[in-house]
């Protein structure tokens, strides 16, 4: 028992540590940005902070949308792929994103003007926001593209090339801002909507050091996946019904985050800094529970999609086992540390003394997000999306924010009212989505032990032609039909035969 376990957790951390390298080089880069602007000035920043806040929340759900790609084309590693689907998920994703990118570009342009205006900015700051979020527009055009080469590098290929590749990020982008926002070398002196070139031009480079390894290398298969423009309607339908719920759920909750600040803001200034403290720390703590989530998502559809569901379960035990374990360090950092860590940010005592209270609330956060965040993973790599989009929407904002309002209303509790309801929002997400798990891995274990008991199973079948359905479509398939008839690719009648050459 204790060599599975150790065999398990030692494959998901081999695809887990790149992950997080690369993640975390991803938050480099946009510590630089905010670090570098503010050098060029107290408007500068402003108008980043500005800019950077209002980008986030649709870039993160034009992500999440976009990462539906990595628990499709890790079933169809896991099933060897023979229908030859890989490429024709790639160029769909790469499609998709071309037309999240034009989106975002078109509805700069349609609606700065009545954003800037409701914002109220001095001109200075406006300024910056407006030349900052129009280059960012550029940036998420590059990124779209990259998010799906990415996915098909981590899941065909290994998590190590696009570490390696987001390790170069960092260094890249500060030279560009250094040119850039403090006009050296000849430059023009932009501030910061420099750094909003700067961030444009390092996703480009991005986008074409990994359209250079897909094209290279054999298994990426590059030239077939930009050899033409045809995808197929199904694999469209099954993108969308992946990445739409899973992109609304993500912005949903950082949204939820963004809509808080508004509730802080009249407990003053103080106050206010002390929350952005402990958020920005528990941000940083959320990149391991995050990784953990996304090498999950790789593993257990691999797993899924080779149909060794008890596999599937042994990486879900691996991947709990391993976010708690970090959490529990990251847990009692930020306990013992609060004072220590909030001084990092600022060096106003009053700021210092709320944000440690804060981060306790923060801390305790993390506990709860290490069993929520890895779920979620393991429940993409299921394909099961939709269903967790609903548990997502009633624990954030049927739960969390009107609790929030409620201790801070009724209670009093002031501003650790919104910390407080946010740890009971995640605390019921993680067992709403822990319910959900349970009865996902009850029903492939059904389906699993009634085929070892039925000697005329599909095992006999040539399972590796067929295209496995989302988890919603298999189970639904078995609620009229008796166990010993069900099949594990969504249909009650057995797949076509083949001949054999």
């Keep these: 028992m204790f060599n599975s376990i150790h065999r398990h957790m030692t494959q998901l951390m081999k695809v887990m540590i790149p992950i997080l390298i690369a993640q975390t080089s991803v938050v480099g880069m946009n510590f630089i940005n905010t670090a570098m602007s503010g050098h060029a000035g107290a408007d500068d920043l402003a108008g980043v902070s500005v800019g950077a ?11 999440g949308l976009l990462m539906a790609g990595t628990p499709m084309l890790a079933q169809l590693k896991g099933r060897k792929d023979r229908g030859g689907n890989i490429p024709m998920v790639v160029r769909t994703g790469l499609q998709l994103g071309l037309i999240v990118g034009l989106t975002f570009i078109c509805s700069y342009f349609l609606f700065i003007n009545s954003l800037m205006a409701s914002l109220n900015l001095t001109p200075s700051v ?36 696009s570490m390696k590749l987001f390790l170069l990020a960092p260094p890249i982008n500060a030279c560009f801002n250094y040119l850039l926002i403090y006009g050296h070398f000849g430059l023009p002196r ?31 298969q590059g030239r077939k996946i930009f050899s033409g423009f045809h995808t197929k309607k199904k694999i469209w339908k099954e993108y969308l019904s992946l990445g739409l719920p899973n992109g609304l759920g993500i912005f949903m909750e950082t949204s939820l985050f963004g809509l808080i600040i508004i509730f802080i803001a009249k407990f003053g200034t103080t106050v206010l800094a002390a929350y952005q403290v402990a958020n920005n720390f528990s941000s940083l703590a959320y990149m391991f529970p995050l990784s953990c989530s996304m090498a999950l998502t790789i593993l257990v559809g ?14 879900r035990f691996a991947g709990l086992l391993l976010s708690l374990t970090g959490s529990t360090l990251t847990f009692l950092i930020t306990i013992f540390l609060r004072k220590q860590i ?29 069993v929520a965040a890895p779920i979620q993973g393991i429940l993409r790599g ?8 609903l548990l997502m929407l009633i624990a954030y904002w049927g739960i969390c924010f009107p609790s929030s309002l409620f201790l801070d209303k009724v209670f009093g509790n002031g501003a650790f009212s919104y910390w407080q309801g946010m740890d009971f929002g995640v605390f019921c997400s993680a067992v709403l989505v ?3 798990l349970i009865y996902i ?19 006999t079948w040539p399972r590796n032609n067929l295209q496995a359905a989302p988890v919603q479509d298999v189970l639904a398939s078995h609620k009229n039909a008796p166990l010993h008839k069900i099949s594990r690719h969504g249909t009650n009648k057995p797949p076509e035969c083949h001949e054999v050459p």
Excluded at 126 to 143: D, P, T
Excluded at 347 to 365: P, R, S
Excluded at 441 to 459: G, H, Y
């Design 53 to 63: 806040g209002l980008c986030y929340p649709p870039l993160a759900a034009s992500v």
């Design 126 to 161: 406006e300024h910056v926001a407006r030349g900052y979020l129009l280059f960012m527009m550029g940036a998420v055009f590059f990124e779209a593209l990259v998010i799906p080469l990415r996915a098909l590098t981590d899941t065909i290929g290994n998590t190590a090339i």
């Design 190 to 220: 932009l501030g910061g909507i420099g750094s909003g070139i700067a961030s444009m031009l390092t996703y480009l480079v991005l986008f074409l050091l990994f359209f250079r390894i897909v094209w290279t290398d054999s298994r990426f």
């Design 302 to 315: 691999t797993s899924v999609g080779a149909e060794e569901y008890a596999r599937a379960r042994k990486f």
């Design 342 to 370: 909030a001084s990092i940010y600022s060096g106003d005592i009053d700021v210092i003394t709320t944000a440690g209270h804060f981060l306790i609330y923060a801390a305790i956060w993390q506990i709860f997000d290490a």
């Design 382 to 389: 299921y394909k099961d999306a939709q269903v967790p989009f």
């Design 434 to 436: 822990t319910l959900r």
């Design 441 to 459: 891995e009850k029903k492939f274990r059904r389906i699993e032990q009634e085929t070892l008991n039925d000697p005329d199973n599909e095992s």
